[in-house]
């Protein structure tokens, strides 16, 4: 999960605005999942690592994730990937990410922003 438009936030607002944000973001995420599953592993990326709960599952945490950012006027991008049978964590780990960067692709794109 990438954080969007948190360079901008910095730059316009300042960095105590930007890590409200990026506070606001890992408290959603831990009302969704459990504190040992959820890792901030960049300046505005989180990762969750859950066996608790099914691709569906965490989707339906993630889009109530979503729109509890959005009530704070912040946005999120996010991939989902599921491990199955001979999937190890690398690969994984690039599918979620991949589907992440198509999601945030999508937002910059509609804000009328290009982002690398």
Do not use: W
């Amino acid at each position: 999960m990438d954080v969007n438009g948190l360079h901008e936030v910095n730059n316009k607002y300042g960095h105590k605005v930007g890590d409200r944000m990026l506070q606001i973001v890992a408290d959603t995420l831990l009302k969704e999942f459990p504190f040992k599953q959820v890792f901030r592993i960049g300046g505005d990326e989180f990762v969750v690592m859950s066996e608790d709960f099914d691709a569906n599952e965490c989707a339906i945490k993630m889009e109530r994730v979503v729109r509890q950012i959005a009530s704070h006027d912040y946005s999120i991008a996010y991939g989902i990937a599921h491990r199955e049978n001979g999937i190890g964590a690398d690969r994984i780990a690039q599918e979620a990410d991949e589907r992440m960067l198509e999601n945030k692709r999508a937002y910059y794109a509609e804000h009328e922003r290009s982002r690398p």
